[in-house]
């Protein structure tokens, strides 16, 4: 999962999954998380620090919320780091154990995204100096030579957009009913309801032009790719 | 494995207890240099000041107390500084034009007394008084630095564990200043370096330890 990371002030809506608000909490700590969640107000930084504040006065939600909203960016730091696979994971765990440790060391005064950032990389630098420690598995030849690369294959991305080409040269030549039912309800994924009012035809009809549109397109595809 | 870091997450949340956040690095470094004054205090009222009081015609004595001074401070301060992430590493850099004055200021009283057929050389006791001085100002202030920088979280435990080996070396040489009996010769100088190096070590070989998170 690629994560953008921005460490600078930004007003986008930074969380999707927060918890509900508890009761209680303080009125301005409210207000920056509905702020945060408008995209208005103060940055995501404002936020996450506000939240650590709470976290540092012994505020288990705020603290919850903090954590859950650090851990696209810890795993975007660490990508960044050069870490790869499953020890990603390992370092976002040592990061959170870290930043539970090193809690009083954050001063609410100074920006946030600087001191999670400062522990995620020498967290990331740790792990990778200890992969580096350990006997690679490139050392052993028969084990190198029958490992499978589970990346993408070379060329991969242009096929994948040619075939993409090919797809849309075909869609756009069905009949206006069928492409419609296509685009809407197969590569948009809307439901039978969204479009039949997006597109004023009935659920029936829709249906009809999109098993026509699908045997067309098996049609038209097929032989192109022999 | 995202069920994984939500475990950590609930677990972490569920024993939460409130902290106060750390002071400033400048305060607690200033807490750490008052405890060092209160040293000097404590040995000022026990032993006579024999050292820079009489010899006022040795700027260059003056020059590396003022130098093992400012080291001590400002090694200190990058000390506190470098133990909070987030903060420079650069701040390292800071008691070096300080750590030069006073190392720099420390070798002509040392040439002098070489180059003087006149000198009268040391007695064997005075560096082996000198040595026990630095000794028994460094462990105490050692402890307590190391003691104080652990409640930070210093990402880089070498290079801060290095930099209060400086300041505690630098502040029990500046502690030695005053009841130094006699101008710097190269045998003091040798024991003083040497006390400095051997602190500086073993504050990385154990401070780098003790500190790491």
Known sequence: ?226 | MAARHDRLVEDLAGRLEPVRPLARPGLRAALWLGAVAALGGLLASRFAMIGLAHHPDLPDLRLAAAGAVLTAITAAYAAFATSVPGRSPAWALLPLPSAALWIGASGPGCLRAWLSPMQELPGGHEPVGCFGFLVCVSIPLSLLIVAMLRRACPLRPNLTAALAGLAVAAAAAALLAPFHPDEATFTDILTHMGVVAGVIGLNILAGGRLLTR
């Open chain 1, 1 to 226: 999962m690629a994560v953008a990371i921005s460490l600078g002030p930004r007003t986008g809506s930074p969380f999707g999954r927060g918890a509900p608000l508890a009761g209680g909490r303080p009125a301005g700590l409210e207000r920056n998380r509905v702020e945060a969640r408008t995209g208005s107000g103060m940055g995501r930084d404002g936020e996450l620090a506000a939240l650590m504040a709470a976290a540092q006065r012994g505020d288990a939600s705020a603290y919850r919320d903090l954590l859950k909203a650090c851990l696209p960016l810890v795993t975007g730091i660490a990508r960044a780091q050069g870490v790869r696979g499953e020890a990603v994971d390992d370092v976002v765990q040592d990061t959170l154990m870290t930043l539970h440790a090193a809690r009083a060391s954050y001063d609410p005064a100074r920006p946030f995204l600087p001191w999670l950032s400062a522990i995620t990389r020498r967290r990331a630098i740790d792990r990778l100096r200890r992969a580096g420690r350990r006997p690679q598995e490139v050392h052993d030849p028969l084990a190198f030579e029958a490992e499978v690369d589970p990346g993408p294959a070379p060329g991969a991305g242009l096929e994948s957009q040619e075939r993409g080409a090919a797809l849309a040269r075909a869609v756009a030549a069905l009949p206006d009913g069928q492409r419609q039912a296509v685009e809407h309800l197969g590569l948009r994924e809307l439901s039978l309801e969204e479009t039949a009012a997006l597109t004023g035809r009935s659920k029936g009809a829709l249906k009809v032009n999109l098993h026509r549109a699908l045997k067309a397109l098996r049609a038209s595809l097929v032989p192109e790719k022999d």
